[in-house]
């Protein structure tokens, strides 16, 4: 994928209202067709996935405007279209439906929480909609979906496990309990991280699955064995801060190792009050929420364009904090699409399937700009995509990055070659 540089100040001008206006006025007139390219985000603007889904708009509206500023895809400009599919497999699938028949989309994109994505797959192949997914379930990789939904911005969890097992193991301990989201997403954690700790000597000697929609957490932890060293938590949704606090309230000033994935404080201010206790604790993050000392250009830039300062933040409000371990996904997959269209000379529906398979034949995706928070490698095979992993300790209030795992670190064995199914 060819790699594009552009420093902020351009990203920034790239996104004024004004310019963009003026700019679309002119850049897209001698285009062979100036009629846009439709991309339906399927966005979980209610629900349990609300706050991934304001924040994966807010990076979506900065990539499109960016894409569009330099020029579009293939000369045509691009065009979001969004539709609620209220965190809800069923509405998900009614989503793509409307994005397909009503608004006439080219592809549909997006999608985080995995009982949506398993929801909404099986419509998209039906309707041969080209459905790019920005989700970290193993459900793509594994093979139970189709050859029209793809996932080539984000990791899956069965990599990031595997990628964080052996610092959990040796700096740790090997006695984990496990508490995670009863739904798709959770099960990975949970299947994937007992297989992957087992592999490091270790073992998972307490399961603790929770509703997605509960809001209290107290009566769960006395399940924990006595003999647990680590906690390794993955919560979603609305109730995360309350998870955290009850937690840090039963277990008090005597506490095992705690290892979590960010999921559980994304959009929660790692200094709000009752979370001190964090300090000393260990999260997995995509992308690290703070700013490191080692920052890249890139990450700068991102930061720019989507609206987040150095904490992750909200430029506008201090304490509006993003989903920042994920969003990126959304910024990343839409250059993939982008690239995509450009070498397969899309030009519409009939054009899908060439889209797909000139997406299926990449494999090296270099940071850059289209790629700002890390490089990544894409399977075609599998319609994954590979990237580097984070571990940041809790310092001073501050997510501090201890250890980043390879991109090679996180590769498995093919469960599947969606480039042998038909379309």
């Not at 790692?270 to 929420?289: N, V």
């Amino acid at each position: 994928m060819p790699l594009t540089k552009i420093d902020r100040r351009s990203t920034l001008l790239g996104l004024g209202a004004s310019a963009g206006a003026l700019a679309m006025g002119t850049r897209f007139t001698h285009a062979q067709s100036a009629a846009p390219i439709k991309i339906g985000f399927q966005k979980h603007a209610t629900g349990i996935g609300a706050a991934y889904g304001r924040w994966y708009d807010a990076t979506t509206q900065a990539a499109a405007a960016r894409i569009n500023e330099m020029g579009g895809i293939n000369g045509r400009p691009l065009e979001i279209v969004i539709e609620d599919d209220g965190t809800d497999p069923k509405r998900g699938a009614e989503v793509l439906e409307k994005f397909a028949s009503q608004h006439e989309c080219d592809v549909a994109f997006g999608t985080l929480f995995s009982h949506v994505v398993i929801g909404s797959a099986p419509r998209a192949g039906e309707l041969k909609l080209p459905y790019f997914v920005v989700s970290e379930g193993h459900h793509v990789a594994s093979g139970m979906l189709n050859r029209y939904t793809l996932q080539p911005g984000i990791t899956d969890v069965k990599s990031q496990v595997q990628s964080m097992a052996p610092f959990v193991a040796n700096n740790l301990g090997k006695k984990v309990t496990m508490i995670y989201p009863d739904f798709a997403f959770g099960h990975d954690h949970r299947d994937y991280f007992s297989a992957a700790i087992a592999a490091q000597g270790g073992e998972v000697v307490a399961k603790i699955a929770i509703p997605p929609t509960e809001t209290s957490f107290t009566r769960y932890f006395p399940q924990i064995p006595r003999e647990t060293e680590v906690i390794y938590h993955v919560m979603v949704g609305p109730a995360v801060l309350t998870f955290v606090k009850e937690m840090g309230e039963f277990f008090g000033p005597s506490r095992p190792e705690i290892f979590g994935f960010i999921d559980s404080l994304e959009a929660v201010a790692i200094d709000s009050p009752g979370l001190e206790f964090l300090e000393g604790t260990y999260f997995w993050e995509g992308a690290p929420r703070h700013a490191q000392a080692n920052q890249t250009e890139y990450d700068a830039a991102f930061r720019a364009a989507v609206g987040v300062d150095d904490r992750g933040a909200s430029v506008d409000d201090p304490r509006d904090i993003s989903t920042y371990a994920h969003m990126f996904g959304c910024w990343d997959t839409l250059n993939v699409i982008k690239a995509g269209m450009e070498a397969s000379g899309y030009r519409g529906p009939g054009d899908r399937a060439a889209l797909i398979e000139a997406v299926e034949a990449m494999t090296d995706m270099p940071l850059g700009m289209d790629h700002p928070t890390g490089a990544k490698l894409f399977n075609g095979k599998t319609h994954q995509a590979f990237g580097e992993q984070h571990i940041s300790r809790v310092e001073d209030g501050n997510l501090v990055v201890v250890h980043t795992a390879s991109i090679e670190d996180g590769l498995y064995e093919d469960e599947v070659d969606y480039t042998t199914q038909s379309f």
